[in-house]
Nanobody, 122 residues
């Protein structure tokens, strides 16, 4: 199983980026997919998740109303609008079969992408 993240880059505050995570080597329709991020000097934090069958999404409060997670086939996307300097981080996609109560916990995810850097300038 492999996850390949892409789409990061440098953007000015208020701008937008769309991250992609292509999954291969498995049947991901049964997997919860998520995005986490790690800012310099900080721990890796939960950003957003989408459940199997796209029946539900969940976001950390800091990105609600600005970020949208979606999936198409074995690819999950993170549309990021109204970006702020505080959004600067390496963004990681993750996948797992897990219960809804575990969806925000990085330790519960089995598969991780390599990360893509998002830099938001002020």
């Amino acid at each position: 199983v492999q996850l390949q993240a892409s789409g990061g880059g440098l953007v000015q505050a208020g701008g937008s980026l769309r991250l992609s995570c292509a999954a291969s080597g498995g049947t991901f329709s049964f997997y919860t997919m998520a995005w986490f991020r790690q800012a310099p000097g900080r721990r890796r934090d939960f950003v957003a998740t989408i459940s199997p069958g796209d029946v539900g999404t969940y976001y950390t409060d800091a990105v609600k109303g600005r970020f949208t997670i979606s999936r198409e086939g074995n690819t999950v996307f993170l549309q990021m609008n109204s970006l702020k300097p505080d959004d600067t981080a390496v963004y990681y996609c993750a996948a797992a079969i897990l219960s809804i109560g575990d969806r925000v916990h990085g330790s519960k995810y089995h598969y991780w992408g390599q990360g893509t850097l998002v830099t938001v300038s002020s």
